[in-house]
């Protein structure tokens, strides 16, 4: 497939866009060693040393190396400083054995509960054993040693696992208005050898919540909560955070892919990345669910039905911790200014007390 474009006999218009590349690769030093050499050429030798700290011999490598690379401004970028040969970790490879079989009998095992064992065999064997870290990087000089259980698919044939790489949070990540970040999560209810849920959301900038009881753990049973919670909220969500259940895969992922909203996932074993809606989960397991688990198995729409009146009452009345226990979540958000909101913010807000 070509690509035409409409300037294309512009004269020196290739010349003028690779310029317009480079300077835009630039590092603040390589424009800053640009900035004075272009004094030194304009005022004089003893003008640029006094006014930049700066040898003479710097000076003249600088314009070699210009004039070298052809006037190319990127060439005046720092070069890496890495030594061309590095120091290796040499151990005994008596040690770096006993590393790999220890790792295979004990899938996995760290480097703290590794090194007692290996201090074992170390002074079985009259050997300097190595600390801690170097056992870490040692694990890491290995290729990480690390192994997955073999899964055999309905053919007998083994399946190859390959871990997917999803998009973390950032450790500074901060909800700054509503709708920046909304959290999702799962309560799963196990009785009578029937399983009900109840997925749950919470904005973190307002704190403004919603639950609904369902039969099913499908990441389709997400997406359509997920459109309901759009429905309710009356604000455009740009980040949804979740822990990396499968209800969250498949169709819930490819929505937010439609929506061109960024799904940041916690780490494995790690709720506290998803501090607030696990707050969330016990509040409403301890001042609703526990109360009303029997509709959640006998009736789910009646069940639905009582959530919402509690979800309408949570929102409204119930006052939150995270406001000094002095406003709810909706009273919170009418008390903010709009004009101090981003601007897609404000779509919806006269209909904010309405909405719930």
Not at 12 to 32: D, F, Y
Not at 89 to 107: N, S, V
Not at 222 to 237: I, M, Y
Not at 294 to 308: M, Q
Request: proline content about 4%.
């Amino acid at each position: 497939m070509r690509i035409f474009n409409t300037l294309r006999s512009t004269r020196g218009l290739v010349a003028t866009w690779e310029a317009v590349i480079r300077l835009g690769a630039m590092t603040p030093t390589a424009a800053k060693r640009a900035e004075i050499l272009v004094f030194w050429s304009k005022h004089g030798l003893s003008a640029t040393l006094d006014a930049f700290p700066v040898k003479r011999r710097t000076l003249f490598a600088w314009r070699k190396t210009l004039r070298e690379n052809h006037g190319r401004l990127q060439a005046l970028q720092p070069k890496s400083r890495a030594p061309q040969s590095k120091r290796k970790r040499i151990w005994d490879g008596r040690i770096l054995e006993e590393m790999k079989r220890l790792r295979k009998a004990h899938p996995n095992l760290g480097k703290d509960k590794l090194h007692p064992l290996l201090q074992e065999f170390c002074q079985g064997q009259n050997l300097q054993c190595p600390g801690v870290c170097t056992v870490g990087r040692l694990i890491r000089d290995l290729g990480g040693l690390r192994t997955a259980p073999q899964k055999i698919s309905h053919f007998g044939k083994l399946k190859r696992v390959d871990r997917e790489k999803v998009l973390r949070k950032p450790k500074d990540f901060k909800a700054e208005y509503p709708g920046h970040c909304v959290a999702l999560d799962t309560v799963e209810e196990f009785r009578d050898g029937m399983r009900r849920y109840v997925v749950t959301a919470m904005d973190l900038f307002g704190r403004v919540s919603f639950a609904l009881g369902t039969f099913s753990h499908a990441s389709l049973a997400a997406k359509e909560f997920f459109a309901l919670f759009q429905e309710v909220f009356p604000f455009q969500v740009s980040f949804v955070l979740t822990d990396n259940g499968s209800e969250w895969k498949k169709d819930f992922a490819a929505e937010l892919a439609r929506l061109a909203v960024v799904h940041y996932h916690t780490y494995p074993r790690c709720p506290k990345m998803n501090s607030h809606i696990e707050r969330f989960n016990r509040t409403i397991q301890e001042e609703f669910l526990n109360w009303h688990k029997h509709l959640l198995f006998l009736d789910l729409k009646g069940f639905n039905a009582e959530l919402f009146r509690y979800l309408l009452w949570y929102n409204t009345k119930r006052v939150h911790h995270a406001f000094r226990n002095k406003l709810s979540p909706v009273q919170f958000l009418l008390s903010l200014d709009p004009q101090t909101l981003p601007e897609e913010c404000r779509r919806g807000w006269a209909g904010t007390s309405t909405c719930f």
